[in-house]
């Protein structure tokens, strides 16, 4: 048997994970290499593990996230409004397979974003795609898509993502057109898919944020229908490192 050629075969095949493990295998002694049984069981796990780190890195791409955030890195304590208990809750993301909503609100520098971040990139690496905007972004993003032609190509995108994460909601005032079209998108995600939102203002100001009654009866009964809230306390953490 021709070690160089399975090796060779295999990297043609695209299982780069059994070609790796399958080389390490082969550099160690003959009688320390393992039974064909337990090759197949070792390949086989190699291969599946390096598909889902691969795909995990390519969500993380895609996600855009601002920072490079993990739920172990979230400093929980009850008088910043948020405890272990909680992070725990949502850690497991089935929060994202029911389709309910995060809304995080609190004070500038509070960690909201961070904290976001965090839940986005653990979505990513439980194999759900993820797509993070700051609201600046977005708004760009929309009149972008408007004007080369692909609106309705990033709507069915963004309704199609099982986790989207808006940052910094109620920064500046939204058009009417702006706001049909965030109400078209929560439309299109209701029960399909889940939305993180991060905001200064209290969830109760976001009525009068968007000013026009209907718009804002229909928009913040579908961010607010079943969703998660954690309202962030304290003084700004920006001039720490941890959040």
């Known amino acids: 048997m021709n070690q160089q050629s399975t090796l060779d075969q295999l990297q043609e095949l695209k299982l780069s994970g059994m ?9 160690q002694p003959v009688h320390q290499q393992p039974e064909p049984h337990e090759l197949i069981a070792t390949l086989t796990e190699a291969e599946a593990g390096y598909r889902v780190y691969q795909r995990t890195q390519l969500y993380l791409r895609l ?4 920072y490079n955030a993990t739920l172990e890195q979230i400093n ?14 949502l850690s ?45 972004r977005f708004i760009e993003a929309l009149a972008s898509a408007r004007l080369d032609g692909t609106y309705i190509r990033w709507l069915n ?12 909601w109620g920064l500046q005032p939204l058009s009417h057109d702006m706001k049909l079209t965030i109400l078209q998108i929560l439309e299109d995600r209701f029960a399909k898919g889940a939305t993180i939102i991060t905001s200064q203002l ?7 944020y ?7 009866d229909a928009i913040c009964d579908r961010l607010t229908a079943n969703a998660h809230k954690i309202e962030l306390k304290g003084e700004s953490l920006r001039k720490n490192k941890n959040s």
Not at 19 to 27: D, L, S, T, V
Not at 157 to 168: E, G
Request: charged share 25%; glycine share 6%; proline share 4%.
């Open 92 to 136: 497991d993301a089935v929060f994202i397979e029911k389709s309910e909503n995060l809304l995080i609100t609190g004070a500038t520098g509070c960690g909201k974003s961070y904290l976001a971040c965090a839940m986005g990139r653990n979505a990513c690496l439980l194999g759900h795609r993820t797509l993070y905007y700051s609201m600046n």
């Open 63 to 66: 996600a855009k996230l601002r």
């Open 157 to 168: 995108v963004i309704a199609k993502m099982p986790l989207l994460i808006i940052d910094d």
């Open 202 to 208: 209290p969830v109760n100001k976001w009525y009068e």
């Open 210 to 216: 968007i000013n026009e009654p209907t718009l804002a």
């Open 76 to 89: 929980c304590r009850p008088e910043r409004g948020i405890t272990k208990e909680i992070l725990l809750t």
């Open 19 to 27: 070609a790796k493990r399958y080389e390490a295998i082969i550099m």
